[in-house]
């Protein structure tokens, strides 16, 4: 049956890989990214409803889920925005920091605070993205460890303010995927090969096996008994010892 889903950050590697994935299979799209010419492009390749926008603005997020719910069922929204800063906290600006924790943390509470009042009624879904670094200690990754690890626990929070409404909440924690984000680190081979020896299963991901996860917690038919996880999708970073 076709559901409706909004996907914020729908033009970034993983974003557009669920956005894809979900028009695959038959569902009503509405897609949201910063910048409108791709957004546009992908919403025309797929289907579906382009709605430009700065997911670090609460206003623009709300404006969006709010038509959304008035105009459709709405089953679900992912948000799929984020950033990567690699520096040790000594080295980081302070408008570096800020710009990492709005891009991860700030958008992903927003998205958690209006779609948890547009589909306070009916229930749904909101998936979100953590990260293994979260999990686990990696060396330069202070600031966005702080943002991805605060996702995991507005996860857990926000799950059970919401579950006797139906509103469930999870997120996918990756590890290193390739991405055009991450391109500057599997573009160079020694930084690659560094990369792929942290990970137990011998290999970075790709966005479709991080995709596949989000479109699984996105859709109740499939997850509807799951509910404040973190699920790491991560070839084993944040918890096997590569051998």
């Known amino acids: 049956m076709s559901k409706t889903f909004i996907i914020f950050g729908a033009t970034g590697g993983i ?67 984020g950033s990567l800063l690699l520096k040790p906290a000594h080295l980081t600006s302070l408008d ?3 710009y990492t924790i709005s891009q991860n943390l700030d958008s992903a509470f927003f998205v958690v605070k209006s779609a948890s009042r547009a589909m306070y009624k009916a229930g749904g879904s909101i ?14 990754h202070e600031a966005i460890a702080a943002a991805k ?34 391109e500057r680190l599997t573009s160079n081979p020694a930084s690659e090969k560094a990369s792929v020896s942290m990970h137990a299963l011998g290999r970075l991901g790709e966005p479709e096996e991080v995709a596949q996860a989000a479109a699984f917690l996105l859709d109740a038919d499939l997850s509807g008994w799951v509910t404040g996880q973190v699920i ?12």
């Open 15 to 81: 974003g557009s890989a669920l956005s894809r994935q979900l028009a695959a299979q038959g569902h009503h799209l509405i897609l949201s990214a910063r910048s409108a010419e791709p957004l546009q492009a992908l919403a025309s390749e797929l289907g579906a409803d382009a709605k430009p926008a700065d997911a670090t603005q609460f206003d623009e997020v709300d404006a969006i889920i709010k038509t959304a719910a008035k105009e459709h069922d709405l089953a679900g929204v992912a948000n799929c925005v």
């Open 96 to 98: 570096e920091y800020r």
């Open 127 to 140: 998936v979100l993205f953590s990260s293994a670094v979260a999990m686990t200690g990696l060396n330069n």
């Open 149 to 182: 690890a605060g996702i995991a626990g507005l996860v857990r929070s926000a799950a059970a303010t919401y579950a006797r409404r139906g509103v469930r909440v999870n997120a996918i924690a990756p590890g290193l995927t390739r991405t055009p984000m991450t």
């Open 232 to 243: 790491g999708v991560d070839g084993g970073l944040s918890m096997v010892r590569p051998s």
